[in-house]
């Protein structure tokens, strides 16, 4: 049987799923496809975190449009969706003297992307705000409306908020063709077949084999992979702001940066491989991380490192976003090669591409969009009082099952039941931080285990990391239904 739909989305990433909230506040059936077993699979669940004010762009691409568009609707978004996010401002350091003119030209190329805040600060000021970082430091550009925010957050309430205003997500649905087909399009997937009036195309590092199938107004993506190190929550506070070294063509180079969440990230690394979803770490990537770090903070704590991490960027040969409908493929959408800084951009997008295609299909509003989407109430940031009162309203708050991130029973049930909701221990892990400490879910991974097989009924065997082939349990030591100790 074929799903017959308005608007077909490829992709559950931030951009697909801005997409798919945006024209959620429309009267149409949309759906949205995601190939792997969860949304958040790609760049957006393994990036910098990072909301740039938009110095680096080139004027005039779409990079820099999107990314001063996106930066101005933050603080908007994340309270609407209650996502943490916080203006903490970047600076842009030179580290000698020759190099302090690029700043200049920084500053110059920022202003004409329409930024503002933007200053040169010396020395004494830097040191003032950032006394941890090296002594070397000259100069910076200092940008006031660079900011951080929780990337996995933000998709995943962009994705609930959606599907509470009745767009339809499938996972495990991987889109392997599309043809004309009368007014619209014919969309074969693993999980089936669909037709639809409109097609977006959010589908990250593979955008462009969805556009080539389709148009003949070809791009192509070279996977560009980036190695980052976590810093224990001991160094809270240690950075304040965002600290870049000056940037280069392969990219805005390797940062310190605090995260929402209270950790501290260096890296990433910019080299281009061939695979694209090969997110390994590498020991080459990491010993460059350490280097390239250690410019801007002298004495890393190695030791207070929790564990490491890879992203692959979508770099497209055109070296700028491709966003709107196909010149050749009539309500065809693109959002291509959305690398950085597509996670700031993805608010400016998800509006750019929802009005523009409401408008290609004459869609009326949607009288019941609420564009509200509460947060699990998080026991770790709850103040005693606020705890009582949680386990009195639901005991599941009083079994803390992540020790390391105060993660308790009751938001991993939640993080299970929502919309668009948790399916396997990375899904709980994205959504409430349970395995995201210092112990990397050494302890809590059995009892998370537990808890969703309680929840979808699944046998323990089936249970999974990530997909279906990342299985965490092999086989029983006992028959299932014997009693070893009886
Ligand atoms: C290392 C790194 C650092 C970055 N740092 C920053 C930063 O600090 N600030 C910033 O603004 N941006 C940053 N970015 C860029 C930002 O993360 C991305 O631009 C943004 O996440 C892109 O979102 P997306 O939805 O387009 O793509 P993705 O998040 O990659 O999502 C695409 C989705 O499509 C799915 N998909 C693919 N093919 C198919 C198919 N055939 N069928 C169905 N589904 C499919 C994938 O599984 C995936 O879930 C960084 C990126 C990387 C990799």
Known sequence: MTLKYDVLIIGGGVVGCAVARELSRRRLRIILLEKSSDICAGQSRANTAIVHGGYDAEPGTLKAKYNVAGNTMFGRVCSELE???RRNGSLVVSFSESDDPKLGGLLARGEKNGVSGLS????????????HLSKAASKALLVESGGIVCPYGLTI????????????????????????????????????????????????VHSDEINNMVSEEKFYITPRRGEYYIVDKK??????????????KMGKGILVAPTVDGTLLIGPTAEDIDEREDTRTT?????????????????????????????VRAHCDRDDFIIGEAPD??????AGGVESPGLTSAPAIGCYLAELIAERLSAADNPCFDPTRRAIPSFREMTN?????????????????CRCENVTEAEIRQAIRRPVGARTTDGVKLRVRAGM?????????????GILCEELGLDPLEAAKSSGASRLLSHYLFEKEAKPHA
């Open 437 to 449: 400490g210092r112990c990397q879910a050494g302890f809590c991974t059995p009892r998370t285990i």
């Open 120 to 131: 040169i600060i010396g020395a004494e000021e830097i040191r003032r705000r950032e006394p």
């Open 235 to 248: 160094y809270t506070g240690y950075f304040n702001s965002a600290i870049f070294q000056l940037p280069t």
């Open 283 to 311: 020991r080459f990537g990491l010993d460059k991380v350490l280097a390239g770090a250690s410019i801007s903070w002298e004495d890393i704590p190695t030791r207070a490192f929790i564990t490491s991490f890879a992203g």
């Open 329 to 334: 493929a009539e309500l065809f959408f693109n």
């Open 157 to 204: 309430a962009y994705a609930e908020n959606a599907a509470r205003n009745g767009v339809t997500f499938i996972r495990n649905a991987a889109v392997t063709g599309i043809k004309k087909w009368r007014d619209g399009w014919h969309i074969s997937a693993t999980a089936g077949d669909f037709t639809a009036d409109a097609v977006v195309n959010c589908a990250g």
């Open 83 to 85: 996502v943490p996010y």
């Open 385 to 401: 009082v606020e705890r009582a009162r949680a386990i009195a309203a639901n005991p599941d708050y009083a079994k803390v099952v």
